[in-house]
T-cell receptor
Framework: GEDVEQSLFLSVREGDSSVINCTYT??????LYWYKQEPGAGLQLLTY?????DMKQDQRLTVLLNKKDKHLSLRIADTQTGDSAIYFC?????????????FGTGTRLQVTL | GAVVSQHPSRVICKSGTSVKIECRSL??????MFWYRQFPKQSLMLMAT?????????EQGVEKDKFLINHASLTLSTLTVTSAHPEDSSFYIC???????????????FGSGTQLSVL
């Protein structure tokens, strides 16, 4: 079955860049997503990338996709304390009208002063 | 704006009791609802998918008689954990796919999750 892996924890200093990595196994993935979860809140979609793209930039966020290695990364430039959260990558494979997402374990990002 | 409101956020119950978790969509028509479970330090795992007015489709290994899902309307879905046991202790989160009442295309929204602890 599909498998998505992430490291569990990342600590960065405020102002530095954060890079959160993710690997997946399903070569038929259509979309790859990054979600953010703040304490007590639901999952918030940050950005997504189609599998036929290799990079997407959205303000401070840069997503890189290496389809050959099945490796996805999220770079957050100028990391702020408000970026402290758990970040989940997910791969999506459409089955009919319902999309099934497979999530990674989540990476807890800690931003220090 | 459109949100999915999930309640309760935390519940502690005795072994053998049943627990109901609700997800309500606000300003949003949830045509499809997904229920996930997450054990500590593990991925979110899809338990079941339900379309409004239809029976839920359960993933392999998920007992449909234990995890009862009702999706009778476009704004409410419930997950009932029947005769809960300590091994059912987990974080449960719903996700709704559908259209907002103001248009703008299809979206996938998540609830805030429910931490279930069974003693």
């Amino acid at each position: 079955g599909e498998d998505v892996e992430q490291s569990l924890f990342l600590s960065v200093r405020e102002g530095d860049s954060s890079v959160i990595n993710c690997t997946y196994t399903d070569s038929s993935s259509t979309y790859l997503y990054w979600y953010k979860q703040e304490p007590g809140a639901g999952l918030q979609l940050l950005t997504y990338i189609f599998s036929n793209m290799d990079m997407k930039q959205d303000q401070r966020l840069t997503v890189l996709l290496n389809k050959k290695d099945k490796h996805l990364s999220l770079r957050i430039a100028d990391t702020q304390t408000g970026d402290s959260a758990i970040y989940f990558c997910a791969e999506g494979s459409n089955t009919g009208t319902a999309s099934k997402l497979t999530f990674g374990t989540g990476t807890r990002l800690q931003v220090t002063l | 704006g459109a949100v999915v409101s999930q309640h309760p956020s935390r519940v502690i119950c005795k072994s053998g009791t049943s627990v109901k978790i609700e997800c309500r969509s606000l300003d949003f028509q949830a045509t499809t609802m997904f229920w996930y479970r997450q054990f500590p330090k593990q991925s979110l795992m899809l338990m079941a998918t339900s379309n409004e007015g239809s029976k839920a489709t359960y993933e392999q290994g998920v007992e449909k008689d234990k995890f009862l899902i009702n999706h009778a309307s476009l704004t409410l879905s419930t997950l009932t954990v029947t005769s809960a046991h300590p091994e059912d202790s987990s974080f449960y989160i719903c996700s709704a796919r559908g259209e907002t009442n103001r248009g703008g295309g299809e979206k996938l929204l998540f609830g805030s999750g429910t931490q279930l602890s069974v003693l």
